[in-house]
C-alpha cells in the first residue's frame, strides 16, 4: 500500500468520532482535519460524503468501511482504527479499494485485561447483585447464606483467545490468585511463555467442562461468531461464570439468557453485546448477569495511547509512506 504522492497542500483527513482535544490539536499541525468533536451519529451515507477529498480517516470500532463506503472515497488512502479490533472492516475490500487498515494493538492489554478480571470477580463474587440489594433496603440482617458465590482464588480460569490480552489475564489468574490456567487458542503458545504462567492447553470442549470462570478474548470473525452458544454453555459446569470482554456475537446472547435463566451456569459478566448499544431484554431481565457497555478499555491513559497510536499511523502513512501496525500493508 503506497501514501499518496507528497503536495504541498496538507492531506485531509476526517476524524469520524470525537477523540481527546490534544490529540486533534495533534493532528491539525499535520493535517487539514475534519474532525467529528459534536460526537454525532453520522450514518455511513454522511461519512461517505465527508470523504469526500480526505486521503485518511480516523476511526472507531464503531464505523463499518465496507466496499460501499469505500466505492464513493475514491481518494482514501488509510483508515486508523482506534481501537484493536478491527470487525468494523472489511479487510479484503479495503486491501481491494488499495486503502489500508490499521488498529492499536499493545496500548491497551493491561487496562483490557484489568476490566476482565474486575469482571470475572464481580459475576464470581456476586458484587452487583449485592449493591442492588443493598440500595433496595432488602438488607435486614446478615445471613449465612446471602449472596453466595463462587471463589476465583484457587478456581480453575479457563480462556479462550490467548493474544496478548489472554495472557495478560493469565499472569493476574495465575501469579495472583493462584488459579490453574487452561487456554484455548487458534495456535498452541510458545512453550515458555506456557509455563510463565503454567497454561496449559486443551480443546474448547474440555475447557468448557472443567474452568470454574471462563473468559473470552477472542476477536471477531466468521469463525469466531458464536464461540459460545447452547452446545458449549450446556458443557460448562453449573457453578461457572462466563465472562466476555472480547466482542458481542462471540456469544450467542439469547443462549446465554436462557443458560442464565435455567441455572444452567451461576453467572456472567458480559462488556460487549450483539447489536450493541442494544442489549437483549432476556439479558436485561437477568439478575445474574453484570453488564457494563463496551468500557474495558476506558482509562485515560489507556484511550489517550489508543487515540495517539491511530493518530501515528496516520501521521506516519501520509507523511512519511510507513504505518505502524498495519493489517492489510
Ligand atoms: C478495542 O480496542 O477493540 C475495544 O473494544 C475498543 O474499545
Redesign the pocket.
Known sequence: MTAAAPTSAKPRILISRAIFPQVVDRLASHFDVESNQADELWSPQDIARRLQGKQGALTT?SERVDAALLAQCPGLKICANM???YNNFDLPAMTAAGVLATN?PGV?TETTADMGFALMMATARRITEGEHYLRAGQWDRWAYDMLIGQDVHGATLGIIGMGRIGQAIARRGALGFGMKVLYHNRSRLPEADEAAVGAQYVSKQDLLRRADHVVLVVPYSAESHHTIGAAELALMKRSATLTNIARGGIVDDHALAHALQTGQIAAAGLDVFEGEPKVIPELLACTNVVLTP?I??ATVPTRLA?ANLAADNLIDFLLHGKALTPLNP
Request: net charge neutral.
Open positions: 470500532g481501537a484493536v479490533g492499536a491497551l463496551h474495558a478499555s489508543m
